[in-house]
Antibody, heavy 120, light 106 residues
Framework: QLQLQESGPGLVKPSETLSLTCSVS??????????WGWIRQSPGRGLEWIATIFYTGKTYYNPSLKSRVTISLDASRNQLSLRLTSVTAADTAFYYC????????????WGQGTLVTVSS | DIQMTQSPSTLSASVGDRVTITCRAS??????LAWYQQKPGTAPRLLIY???TLESGVPSRFSGSGSGTEFSLTISSLQPDDFATYYC????????FGQGTKVDIK
């Protein structure tokens, strides 16, 4: 059964870089036909798509975050990663990783999410 | 950007009620629309995609309709497990979610 587990620091200082990892079990990222991605949720911004990646390496980013975001995939570790630079309080949110349906941005299987707070 | 607007923001209902939530897109999205259910402390769960296709395992009391810019999610007979927040999402151009509709107990 597919499971996704996000991990990372719960607290990040303003202007620093937020780094999160999503460990995948029950499916292999290597050669996966499915896209994988990150979404965040906060009271002020609601659900916000961050980025999507295919095993081929093709990536898609939310235009509003593109300059600060990097999504990557490590097939050898079966992990998905997210980096968000120059964070501010507005980046405080629950961050979810998820698997998408083949070819379309339908979010079919989500991790439990991890809360990241940006504060000094 | 495609904006998604849901109404109402909160809906109070009783078990057994028929409930309808509306979602409007700022431009046409054909039928590239999904609905999700989220309960407190958990991640969203996919209910419906392509505006009206039920995801596997989702009870048949849930249904979706619409195309273009106007969509709706209907729960034919509200059950205790259905009290939650519901989100629409367009996926014709990346992903954008509505602000959510909370269904609570009247």
């Amino acid at each position: 059964q597919l499971q996704l587990q996000e991990s990372g620091p719960g607290l990040v200082k303003p202007s620093e870089t937020l780094s999160l990892t999503c460990s995948v079990s029950g499916d292999s990222l290597r050669g996966s036909p499915y896209p994988w991605g990150w979404i965040r949720q906060s009271p002020g911004r609601g659900l916000e798509w961050i980025a999507t990646i295919f095993y081929t390496g093709k990536t898609y980013y939310n235009p509003s975050l593109k300059s600060r975001v990097t999504i990557s995939l490590d097939a050898s570790r079966n992990q998905l990663s997210l980096r968000l630079t120059s964070v501010t309080a507005a980046d405080t949110a629950f961050y979810y990783c998820a698997r998408l349906r083949d070819g379309v941005q339908i979010w079919t299987k989500w991790g439990q999410g991890t809360l990241v707070t940006v504060s000094s | 950007d495609i904006q998604m607007t849901q109404s109402p923001s909160t809906l109070s209902a009783s078990v057994g009620d028929r409930v309808t939530i509306t979602c409007r897109a700022s431009q046409t999205i054909n039928d590239w629309l999904a609905w999700y259910q989220q309960k407190p402390g958990t991640a969203p769960r996919l209910l419906i995609y392509k505006a009206s296709t039920l995801e596997s395992g989702v009870p048949s009391r849930f249904s979706g309709s619409g195309s273009g810019t106007e969509f709706s999610l209907t729960i034919s007979s509200l059950q205790p497990d259905d009290f939650a927040t519901y989100y629409c999402q367009q996926y014709i151009l990346y992903s954008t979610f509505g602000q959510g509709t909370k269904v609570d107990i009247k």
